[in-house]
């Protein structure tokens, strides 16, 4: 394991150079790996694992009649690496549990009669073992459960794998019975396409999560995107003009400046009058949004936030409902704008075409 420094906080990180593939490969020989689900992770996670020469089955409910057709296309044959949930559990010796958190509480009592002495629960998410009171997720004591969290969507997981490069996961233990839970843990990891592995705990990634996702790398993305898409049009500013000042330039330029060296550098390597307007307002917008950041991480940690997912999202008219929001998103002038834009990037048609052949395009789980 590699220790590295965290903006002066050093910890232990676990790379491919540390726990190579390889030894991946000799920690699950002897297992059997289902994936019980084949919705958003569920795809990518297996497909790398296949490809890495982990043995891997799918367990995927066939009134799901989309997700078995996909399961087909991407080559898994029922009755032998294809079954029903039931069959792949009593078949597994690691049981990764891929569902959407609503679905949790539907799919355990299906997968806890075949999680007997020995096996290991899988989890990428620690919504459904964490939440057990609402989730209903009590294994026994004489099981492992682990946790490799992805820090992507499938999508990612499995582009960056057919790149040729990793995308970093969390990890951790939740149950060791057999002794075995840790080297099961980062072997999976590694399985999957991690690029390195960092620890957390199960409390800890699903607080971290939930937080991330309704903040910065979703909620407050877009909100913040369309408060000032709709202050530029407001004062006369064209559509093309206010999408791309707000969304084209950062995610076309900008923030692969930051991935590549941080926002000290992106900030030194944009205009002085950039620059100097960046960092005079930086602290007004902290200021503004802390107070919903906080709120935010009490709704998280109260389980407030949980219990209206698995409420709202396992309605029987969810999918109507989710759809009616996507499609005032998709319509709205700002992303109709997007799609224009979109259309005039020169890499965009070959970039989608890619995407397409390798089967990795975005779309929503059942």
């Keep these: 394991m590699a220790k590295i420094d965290f903006g002066g906080v050093v910890e232990t990180v676990v790379t491919r150079k540390e726990y190579s593939l390889k030894k991946a490969q000799k920690v699950l020989k002897n297992e059997v790996i289902a994936v019980i689900g084949y919705?958003?992770?569920?795809?990518a996670q297996s497909l790398n694992m296949r490809d890495n020469g982990v043995p891997v089955i799918i367990g995927q409910d066939k009134r799901f009649v989309g997700d078995w057709k996909r399961a087909m296309k991407d080559g898994w044959k029922p009755g032998k690496t294809l079954f029903d949930i039931e069959e792949a559990c009593a078949k597994a010796t690691i049981v990764m549990i891929l569902v959407n958190d609503a679905a949790i509480r539907q799919v355990w009592p299906r997968i806890a009669p075949f999680m007997t002495a020995g096996k290991a629960l899988y989890f990428s998410h620690g919504f459904g073992y964490v939440y057990n009171d609402l989730t209903g997720v009590k294994p026994n004591k004489d099981v492992d459960v682990i946790l490799v969290a992805p820090k992507g969507s499938g999508t990612s997981v499995r582009r960056n794998f057919l790149a040729g490069v990793g995308i970093n996961s969390s990890f951790a233990v939740g149950q060791?019975?057999?002794?075995?839970?840790l080297d099961r843990a980062l072997a999976v990891g590694i399985a999957v396409g991690s690029g390195y592995l960092f620890p957390t705990t199960f409390a800890h990634e699903v607080t971290s999560d939930l937080v991330g996702e309704r903040g910065v790398l979703m909620g407050a993305l877009a909100g913040v995107m369309e408060a000032q898409y709709d202050v530029l049009r407001a004062n006369g500013h064209s559509p093309s003009e206010a999408f791309n000042e707000t969304v084209e330039e950062l995610t076309q330029s900008l923030i692969r400046l930051v991935d590549?060296?941080?926002?000290d550098w992106m900030y030194a390597n944009c205009s002085a009058t950039a620059q100097r307007g960046a960092l005079d307002w930086k602290p007004k917008f902290k200021k503004a949004t802390l107070p919903v950041f906080k709120d935010l991480y009490k709704a998280v940690k109260s389980q407030n936030e949980a219990r209206h997912v698995i409420k709202?999202?396992?309605?029987?008219?969810?999918?109507?409902?989710?759809?009616?929001?996507?499609?005032?998103?998709?319509?709205?002038?700002m992303w109709r704008a997007g799609a224009a834009v979109r259309s005039l990037r020169p890499h965009e048609k070959a970039?989608?075409?890619?995407?397409?052949?390798?089967?990795?395009?975005?779309?929503a789980s059942n």
């Design 176 to 181: 060791d019975a057999t002794g075995r839970a």
């Design 351 to 363: 970039r989608a075409n890619a995407a397409t052949a390798t089967g990795v395009k975005g779309r």
């Design 39 to 43: 919705g958003v992770q569920g795809p």
């Design 260 to 263: 590549e060296n941080g926002m």
């Design 312 to 333: 709202t999202c396992g309605g029987a008219d969810y999918k109507a409902k989710l759809q009616k929001e996507l499609a005032l998103i998709h319509d709205s002038e």
